[in-house]
């Protein structure tokens, strides 16, 4: 199992440009987030689904949008890039046993800059 | 909503010496509790975990208890490394809900 895959591992754009961050599972996890981490700040979700043709919002999910057409793949879009955007991004996985969702397993991070 | 408080250092300490990490949390019910590592420049991994009042998570030698009456999940080491410098996250997964992490507490250990 290659687990949690993240594609790129480091961006840089400049404002106003869009781009989509790749995340893959093969554990056939239904819970599959994605989480920016910045300096001081800790983790900090910003999408969450819970099936394929499930997404919801969590605590930060402006300037961001997702889908999950499949089980395995759940990419996030940014929709015009901002320098407040600048984060590292992590992708993870989980899956649900008796009501509650086991051990998240991360991806390796992606790193973006927006200039 | 469910929450999870823990120590925010960062702690510093001589290789060989005990290292405890508090976390406490708040939340309905009987949450499953994590604790995470994050070694620079990596994602997350998972370090230990319980799943219900009075279990104990291990692993390469980290332990933490998971007290109800104390709503605590505090992690201990009997002897740091240089190899344990990371940060550490404390989380919770409540029933249906989403996790919720600790803010991160960064360990440097010197030689």
């Known amino acids: 199992n290659a687990g949690v895959t993240q594609t790129p591992k480091f961006q840089v754009l400049k404002t106003g440009q869009s781009m989509t961050l790749q995340c893959a599972q093969d554990?056939?996890?239904?819970?599959m987030s994605w989480y920016r981490q910045d300096p001081g700040m800790g983790l900090r979700l910003i999408h969450y689904s819970v099936g394929a043709g499930i997404t919801d919002q969590g605590e930060v999910p402006n300037g961001y949008n997702v889908s999950r057409s499949t089980t395995e793949d759940f990419p996030l879009r940014l929709l015009s890039a901002a320098p407040s955007q600048t984060s590292v991004y992590f992708c993870a996985s989980s899956l649900k046993t008796s009501g509650f969702y086991n051990e998240q397993f991360f991806g390796p991070g992606t790193r973006l800059t927006v200039l | 909503g469910n929450s999870v408080t823990q120590m925010e250092g960062p702690v510093t300490l001589s290789e060989e010496a005990f290292l405890t990490i508090n976390c406490t949390y708040t939340a309905t019910g009987y949450p499953s509790l994590f604790w995470y590592v994050q070694y620079p420049g990596e994602g997350l991994q998972l370090l230990l975990k319980?799943?219900?009042?009075?279990d104990k998570g291990s692993n390469k030698g980290f332990e933490a208890t998971y007290r109800k009456e104390t709503t605590s999940f505090h992690l201990e080491k009997g002897s740091v490394q240089v190899s344990d410098s990371a940060v550490y996250f404390c989380a919770l997964s409540g029933n249906g809900q989403n996790f919720v992490f600790g803010p991160g507490t960064r360990l440097s250990v010197l030689p």
């Open positions: 319980a799943t219900k009042a009075d």
């Open positions: 554990m056939n996890h239904e819970y």
